[in-house]
């Protein structure tokens, strides 16, 4: 254990995340690189540039998740966490039959992760230690409607973590996940621009405000650090006590 001056540093450590072009990937990103850390921001496209580096990557390519991981690993030489933020939520006319949708959806929330998670955790086990945080939703606890694809991924995505953390454990490497609730980024928009929606999902919040993608970062930062180095296959609920609610 390091001493409690040390206990949240993430000064100097190789952390990817995905998805990080804005909203959630994003404030984590500026977060980390606050901090010290080296970030390799991985996103389709960037906007904006933070002093991190960025690597413009689909990651529906499942199949080059290899190349990408050993390219951050011959320019930096080792990696110490991952953040697997990146998600997507695919309108359907019918979310029971779109082939497309459910491949999207599958490719992005579930295979990237699982590929990267595989290759990651083989980097860390050269040096003994690492941490990933992966990024589910409130939707791999709860039933919400017309989405199934995307409940079936995020709450696949939770079990994962805790596969990953029962086989990689014992070499080292730490994996939790952070499951947030209502945030205001684009994918919740439509739902936070709708009176109605933005009451309903109020109401439910024992903390009475929608979440911002900042606060985020604190979490990842404690799951990132040696602050949680005994802890690991575990769920942090960012919801505003959303889970928590009875009546």
Known sequence: MSSNNNLFDVNGKVVIVTGANRGNGLAISEGLVELGAKVIRVDKKFDKTIGSNDIVFDLKEISKIKILVDGIVDRYGSI?????????????QDPYDDNEAYNTTFNINLHAPFKLCAEVCKVMARSGCGAIVNITSLGAKLGFPNNPSYQMTKSALQQLTKAIAY???PKGIRINNICPGYIKTKMTEKSFN????NKDRLDRMLIKRWGEPEDLVGPTVFLLSNASSYITGSDVVVDGGWLSGGL
């Open 167 to 169: 086989d990689w454990g």
């Open 80 to 92: 110490d966490g991952l953040v697997n933020n990146a998600g997507v939520s695919v309108p359907a």
């Open 194 to 197: 709708d009176e109605v929606l």
